[in-house]
């Protein structure tokens, strides 16, 4: 370590499922006991400073050195607000700090840090993985934001530094801690675009895939809402006219068959309930067919016409013979009966 580093003790915030990055802004809640210590060590300074660290395993609640990333940033309170036995307050990224120790872990975590500057390298490569980021992010954003794009030529020129608009995407795509602290840990502005790079590649795929099946879903949607409304229309249409629909005629015909035809009473009172509920039946139900094929079953079946029985059997034995060739085992059985 160089003799003109400097080093500060600061009070240590571990926070869960994201990481801040310099430049930004990030609100905070803030009910661990130790935690809500930390915090309150900070206040008491004048420079209200602290380090936000991520944990590296969310559930853990008691931390010790090896539980935290060596790699953090140098946060300020902008503004707090107490609530219950919660602090709430947005925290300023400063800078990166490394830990270089951790000094205490009760009643509150307090490490000993120095500054990690970012890096300042350049040349094409960097430029043109830059530009590859920056279209890939225009993608992605129109796809996310249809109505209000975000202009993001206006972001990057307004960014005092490459990896501020870095930064700001990285915390924009819902990435694992694993990635946003790599993102942090980037040695190289080189390495920062490559991963950024990386993360979007993978996030556009996952993106288009989104709107393509949201189009079809879409597109589907439409054509059976055209075609309600056109059926709608039509039977408007229908009514003004005084005609039926095909489907009410054919419930009327069928009715009308039932009538006239000559079967049993229970069956009448049966085909009766199915014709109701044929009425009530969309046309374009699986149901509409199937019970308008047992309705005409009911009224094709001859139900009251009777044959003479012919107990002939020489003449029922020449008739198979003459229709079915061998099959005698078959035969035999028949005549039996």
């Given at each position: 370590?160089?003799?003109?580093?400097?080093?500060?003790?600061?009070?240590?915030l571990?926070?869960k499922?994201?990481?801040?990055?310099p430049?930004?802004?990030?609100?905070l809640?803030?009910?661990?006991?130790?935690?809500?210590?930390?915090?309150?060590?900070?206040?008491?300074?004048?420079?209200?400073?602290?380090v936000?660290?991520?944990?590296?395993?969310?559930?853990?609640?008691?931390?010790?050195?090896?539980?935290?990333?060596?790699?953090?940033?140098?946060?300020?309170?902008?503004?707090?607000?107490?609530?219950?036995?919660?602090?709430?307050?947005?925290?300023?990224?400063?800078?990166?700090?490394?830990?270089?120790?951790?000094?205490?872990?009760?009643?509150?975590?307090?490490?000993?840090?120095?500054?990690?500057?970012?890096?300042?390298?350049?040349?094409?490569?960097?430029?043109?993985?830059?530009?590859?980021?920056?279209?890939?992010?225009?993608?992605?954003?129109?796809?996310?934001?249809?109505?209000?794009?975000?202009?993001?030529?206006?972001?990057?020129a307004?960014?005092?530094?490459?990896?501020?608009?870095?930064?700001?995407?990285?915390?924009?795509?819902?990435?694992?801690?694993?990635k946003?602290?790599?993102?942090?840990e980037?040695?190289?502005?080189?390495?920062?675009?490559?991963?950024?790079?990386?993360?979007?590649?993978?996030?556009?795929?996952?993106?288009?895939?989104?709107?393509?099946i949201?189009?079809?879903?879409?597109?589907?949607m439409?054509?059976?809402?055209?075609?309600?409304?056109?059926?709608?229309?039509?039977?408007?249409?229908?009514?003004?006219?005084?005609?039926?629909?095909p489907?009410?005629?054919?419930?009327?015909?069928?009715?009308?068959?039932?009538?006239?035809?000559?079967?049993?009473?229970?069956?009448?009172?049966?085909?009766?309930?199915?014709?109701?509920?044929?009425?009530?039946?969309?046309?374009?139900?699986?149901?509409?067919?199937?019970?308008?094929?047992?309705?005409?079953?009911?009224?094709?079946?001859?139900?009251?016409?009777?044959?003479?029985?012919?107990?002939?059997?020489a003449?029922?034995?020449?008739?198979?013979?003459?229709?079915?060739?061998?099959?005698?085992?078959?035969?035999?059985?028949?005549?039996?009966?």
């Open positions: 370590m160089p003799e003109n580093e400097t080093l500060q003790t600061l009070p240590v571990p926070i499922n994201t990481v801040l990055f430049y930004l802004f990030l609100p809640s803030v009910g661990r006991p130790s935690s809500v210590a930390a915090i309150e060590s900070a206040l008491a300074t004048e420079e209200k400073s602290f936000v660290i991520a944990q590296r395993n969310e559930v853990q609640e008691k931390l010790t050195e090896t539980d935290i990333y060596t790699i953090g940033t140098k946060a300020i309170a902008k503004k707090m607000a107490r609530r219950d036995n919660q602090v709430e307050l947005i925290a300023q990224g400063i800078e990166r700090v490394v830990v270089v120790r951790v000094e205490q872990t009760e009643p509150f975590m307090k490490a000993v840090v120095r500054s990690l500057p970012l890096p300042d390298d350049s040349g094409p490569e960097v430029e043109a993985l830059m530009r590859a980021v920056l279209d890939q992010a225009t993608r992605a954003l129109e796809l996310t934001h249809p109505e209000s794009p975000i202009n993001m030529q206006q972001l990057v307004e960014a005092a530094n490459p990896l501020q608009w870095a930064y700001l995407l990285g915390s924009m795509m819902s990435l694992s801690v694993p946003e602290q790599a993102l942090l980037a040695p190289t502005r080189l390495e920062a675009f490559r991963l950024l790079h990386g993360y979007l590649t993978h996030e556009l795929q996952v993106l288009e895939l989104r709107h393509q949201a189009s079809q879903a879409q597109s589907e439409s054509k059976e809402q055209r075609e309600y409304m056109l059926r709608q229309q039509m039977r408007a249409i229908q009514q003004e006219l005084g005609e039926q629909s489907e009410k005629a054919e419930v009327e015909l069928l009715r009308q068959r039932l009538q006239e035809a000559d079967i049993p009473d229970e069956v009448r009172k049966e085909a009766q309930r199915e014709l109701a509920r044929l009425e009530r039946t969309p046309a374009a139900a699986p149901d509409y067919q199937l019970t308008r094929t047992y309705l005409e079953l009911v009224l094709e079946f001859p139900w009251r016409k009777q044959t003479e029985d012919v107990l002939d059997l003449r029922a034995r020449q008739v198979l013979d003459e229709d079915h060739y061998d099959l005698e085992e078959v035969k035999e059985r028949i005549l039996e009966h």
